[in-house]
């Protein structure tokens, strides 16, 4: 059974920072990706930042600059450094993995910006 285990979210102030992290266990078999989606209520979910085992990475635009996101394949973790937060990046944070045999999702993580 393959298990995503996301930490570090929570209620910060506007131009605080957080530092989420996923760790991956189970079967999954060979690892491709690893990447973070946001979902806001009443909104689609949508990437936030994605990297491969090759270290090549994709952000949202509007996370560019603030946010980084950074893995260790040893391990299975992915961890996203965000900075510099805005109340618009208050959503849901998941996790997901990508293998050759499928796309695995984590349970979720709230962040919340406000003051």
């Known amino acids: 059974q393959v298990q995503l285990v996301e930490s570090g979210g929570g209620l910060v102030q506007p131009g605080g920072s957080l530092r989420l992290s996923c760790v991956a266990s189970g079967s999954f078999g060979s690892l491709l990706a690893m990447g973070w989606y946001r979902q806001a209520p009443g909104k689609q979910r949508e990437l936030v930042a994605r990297?491969?085992?090759?270290?090549?990475?994709n952000y949202l635009d509007s996370v560019k600059g603030r946010f980084t996101i950074s893995r260790d394949n040893a391990k299975n973790t992915v961890f996203l450094q965000m900075n510099s937060l805005k109340p618009e990046d208050t959503a849901v944070y998941y996790c997901?993995?990508?293998?050759?045999?499928?796309?695995?999702w984590g349970q979720g993580t709230q962040v919340t910006v406000s003051s």
């Open positions: 997901k993995l990508e293998s050759r045999i499928s796309s695995y």
């Open positions: 990297i491969t085992t090759g270290g090549t990475t």
